[in-house]
Each structure stands twice: as structure tokens, then as C-alpha cells.
């Protein structure tokens, strides 16, 4: 495995807990806040981010198992079906760290083949697993950026 992807690997494990410290602390109000109509609180994007790293193990194996196999797709409409907006920050990180860590785990088992074996994302088209490492990654920090957004628009409104 590269020095690369084992930086990379090493990010997606150090995550929950950078969001878990992001997140310390924090009023309930802050954590549910909607910067605008239709918009994710922080709750509700930390949901999103469990419901993308559920799906990646099962992605992976798929492109394990079958040559070039179209991957899951992920339904941005599960964020309001599965009422993150109600659900406990304590019981989400949890969530996350423990799928990450049982992710990481197998991520760093995995031979050179098999980390060039490929599969289609629903959004980015063709892929390598060590490209849906990178993918992961990238949703992370996009996401960790907007949970910096919306944290700074609570600020602007609650003063």
C-alpha cells in the first residue's frame, strides 16, 4: 500500500473523533440549527455522513466480488426519513466511529489488486477501490467544512 493511501486511510480513521471535538460542547440549539429552508443542520449532516460510510463496505465488496458493478447510490432523502434531526449527537458519534473503525479495519487489509479493482459510483462514474478512499475522504472534509459553515451562520443569528 502506498505511504498516499495509508495517509489517506489514516484521515478516514482520525475523523469521528475530529468531528466528535468539533462538536464538543455544543448548545442543542447549535447542533439543530437549518442556516436556510431546506437546508442541514449539523445533526442532520452528521447523519448523512453514517448513512455515505454505511454504504462504503458494501460498495467495496461489490467491486470485490464483481467485475466493474454499479455501486449503491445514496438517497439524500434518508437524512429527513430517519429523523436525524431528532436523534441524539451521543448515539450519532458513537455511530460513526464505530462503522469507521470497522471500515478502516478491512481497508487496511487489502492487497494492491484489489485496491485497483473498480466499480461505477453513482455520481463519479468509474472508480478504484483506493479511488473511493480518496472519494470518502473528500466527502468528509466537504462536510466537515459545511458543519464549519453552518456553526458560523448559528453564530451570526444567535449572536
Known amino acids: 500500500m502506498s505511504d498516499e493511501?495509508?495517509?489517506?486511510?489514516?484521515?478516514l480513521?482520525?475523523?469521528?473523533?475530529?468531528?466528535?471535538?468539533?462538536?464538543?460542547?455544543?448548545?442543542?440549539a447549535a447542533l439543530r440549527f437549518r442556516p436556510a429552508p431546506g437546508a442541514w443542520s449539523v445533526i442532520e449532516v452528521l447523519g448523512h455522513i453514517i448513512d455515505v460510510d454505511a454504504?462504503?463496505?458494501?460498495?467495496?465488496?461489490q467491486m470485490l466480488a464483481s467485475e466493474n458493478p454499479t455501486l449503491t447510490a445514496i438517497d439524500?432523502?434518508?437524512?429527513?426519513?430517519?429523523?436525524?434531526?431528532?436523534?441524539?449527537?451521543a448515539f450519532?458519534?458513537?455511530?460513526l466511529?464505530?462503522?469507521?473503525?470497522?471500515?478502516?479495519e478491512f481497508l487496511r487489509i487489502l492487497r494492491p489488486a484489489q485496491l485497483a479493482r473498480t466499480g461505477i459510483?453513482?455520481?463519479?462514474?468509474?472508480?478504484t477501490v483506493a479511488g473511493g478512499i480518496a472519494a470518502l475522504l473528500d466527502h468528509d472534509h466537504a462536510h466537515d467544512a459545511?458543519?464549519?459553515?453552518?456553526?458560523?451562520a448559528y453564530q451570526q443569528v444567535a449572536g
Do not use: C, M
Not at 55 to 61: A, E, M
Not at 92 to 95: G, I, V
Open 92 to 95: 450519532l458519534l458513537l455511530t
Open 121 to 127: 459510483h453513482p455520481t463519479r462514474g468509474p472508480l
Open 5 to 11: 493511501l495509508t495517509h489517506q486511510i489514516d484521515a
Open 76 to 89: 439524500p432523502a434518508w437524512v429527513v426519513q430517519r429523523d436525524y434531526q431528532h436523534k441524539q449527537l
Open 55 to 61: 454504504l462504503w463496505p458494501g460498495r467495496t465488496r
Open 146 to 152: 459545511q458543519i464549519a459553515a453552518n456553526l458560523a
Open 13 to 28: 480513521a482520525a475523523f469521528p473523533e475530529q468531528i466528535k471535538r468539533r462538536l464538543h460542547g455544543l448548545s442543542d
Open 97 to 104: 466511529a464505530e462503522q469507521r473503525a470497522q471500515y478502516v
